[in-house]
Structure formats: structure tokens, C-alpha cells
Nanobody, 122 residues
Framework: VQLVESGGGLVQEGGSLRLSCTVT????????VAWFRQAPGKEREGVSS????????YYVSSVKGRFTISMDNAKRTVYLQMNNLRAEDTAIYYC????????????????WGQGTQVTVSS
């Protein structure tokens, strides 16, 4: 299984970015993909997850109403649309996948991408 993220960058507060995560190697749609982030000096935290087979989505409270997770099954890609970005959203964003788990706990995910930097300037 491989995950490749893209789409990070530098944006001003209030701006938007869309992250992409292309997932290959699963034999079926019966898995979940999540986005995590890690800011300097802080623990990795869950942001959002989506069930590839059912489409159910989950968000951490700090991003609800601002971030939207979605998927394009034909492209095997999961997106994280981030709007109204704040300085505290600055972090390295990782996507992760697991055949069973959907909860936003990093220790439960088996497969990880390399990460993409998101920097929000104030």
C-alpha cells in the first residue's frame, strides 16, 4: 500500500488549500483514509477521516465547518479542502489508511504518506 500527498503550501490567514492523497495497493474499497497533522513541538493529531466503501466522514471539532474531506474513487484519491485557514492550522499534514480503523488515533493506522507542509501566515 502506498499513499502520496500533494497540495501543501503557504497561504495567508483566511485563505484556502486543497490537499490530495492518492492511495494504491488496496484490493478493495473496504478501508478508511484519514488526515492527520503535526505542528512543531506537538503531538500528531487527527483531522478528518472517510470510509472509502461507505462514505462516512468524521472531523475533529477544531476544523468542523472549515475543512471538508471527500474522495474520487476512480482516481483513488482523497481530498481535504481547507477553507478559512488559521495560523494554528500550520503543520505537516499526513494522510493515512487502514483496512479496519476509522477513528482519529494515529497509532491505529498502518499505512502513511510522507507528509506535506501547510503554512498559514498571519
Amino acid at each position: 500500500v502506498q499513499l502520496v500527498e500533494s497540495g501543501g503550501g503557504l497561504v495567508q490567514e483566511g485563505g484556502s488549500l486543497r490537499l490530495s492523497c492518492t492511495v494504491t495497493g488496496f484490493s478493495s474499497d473496504d478501508h478508511n483514509v484519514a488526515w492527520f497533522r503535526q505542528a512543531p513541538g506537538k503531538e500528531r493529531e487527527g483531522v478528518s477521516s472517510i470510509s472509502i466503501s461507505g462514505g462516512a466522514t468524521y472531523y475533529v471539532s477544531s476544523v468542523k465547518g472549515r475543512f471538508t474531506i471527500s474522495m474520487d474513487n476512480a482516481k483513488r484519491t482523497v481530498y481535504l479542502q481547507m477553507n478559512n485557514l488559521r495560523a494554528e492550522d500550520t503543520a505537516i499534514y499526513y494522510c493515512a489508511a487502514d483496512p479496519e480503523n476509522w477513528r482519529l488515533l494515529p497509532s491505529l493506522y498502518r499505512y502513511w504518506g510522507q507528509g506535506t507542509q501547510v503554512t498559514v501566515s498571519s
